[in-house]
């Protein structure tokens, strides 16, 4: 079975514009999560979908936001990006969203903001 | 508030050892914990989990135990190989059922040959 893809791996953006990531689940799973890692602040979680909808939200401004398609691919979008924006995005998949479920994450996108 | 703690940044093993990570946690509602390896630019790997119902899992060289009453728990690799140097996360999903992982702050283990 293929892992959790992403794209695209890495981007450069300037401040002011906006970002769109997309990940694709493993096959059959139907929870996707996002996480930001930066050095001062580790991983940290941004939302969660299920079955198209949000279940779980961190704590984020509201640039931040993602949606999740039917067939489980899920697209974040972030809009006037600032510099503290740079980061590597991860995107997490589990086949349902119970709270024993193991997530397995993607090779994360690398995004730089000048 | 930082949920779970990884209070070593740093660990280095001298080959064909024991490494032991060691993570805290104060929300005595986690019921499941997963431990993590990352590589630098890449995913976090999978490595093993446990069940609260549970206080030792096992697999291959690793083995993570959990001490409900102390909230601790800590990873053992058996023997370490030079591969698995790469930074180490202890992770517990929030309640609630949504997929919401609090991670710790990562241990960088070294193998050194």
């Known amino acids: 079975k293929a892992g959790v893809t992403q794209t695209p791996r890495y981007l450069i953006k300037t401040r002011g514009q906006q970002v769109t990531l997309s990940c694709s689940p493993i096959?059959?799973?139907?929870?996707v999560s996002w996480y930001q890692q930066t050095p001062g602040q580790g991983l940290q979680f941004l939302f969660e979908?299920?079955?198209?909808?949000?279940?779980n939200k961190g704590n984020f401004p509201g640039r931040f936001s993602g949606r999740q398609f039917s067939n489980s691919r899920s697209e974040m979008n972030v809009s006037t990006l600032e510099l503290g924006d740079s980061a590597l995005y991860l995107c997490?998949?589990?086949?349902?969203?119970?709270?024993?479920?193991?997530?397995?994450f993607g090779p994360g996108t690398r995004l730089l903001v000048l | 508030d930082q949920q779970v703690k990884q209070n070593s940044p740093s660990l280095s093993v001298q080959e064909g050892r024991i490494s032991i990570l060691n993570c805290d946690y104060t929300?005595?509602?986690?019921?499941?914990f997963l431990w993590y390896k990352k590589y630098p630019a890449e995913g976090p790997t999978f490595l093993i989990s446990?069940?609260?119902?549970?206080d030792k899992n096992e697999d291959g060289r690793f083995t993570v135990f959990l001490n409900k009453s102390a909230k601790h728990l800590s990873l053992h690799i058996v023997p370490s190989q030079p591969g698995d140097s790469a930074v180490y996360f202890c992770?517990?999903?929030?309640?609630?059922?949504?997929?919401?992982?609090?991670f710790g702050q990562g241990t960088r283990l070294t193998i050194n040959p």
């Open positions: 997490a998949s589990s086949l349902m969203d119970s709270n024993q479920e193991t997530q397995y």
């Open positions: 446990i069940s609260s119902i549970k």
């Open positions: 096959s059959g799973h139907r929870s």
């Open positions: 929300n005595s509602m986690f019921d499941y």
């Open positions: 979908y299920f079955s198209e909808t949000q279940r």
């Open positions: 992770a517990a999903p929030s309640r609630g059922g949504a997929q919401k992982l609090v």
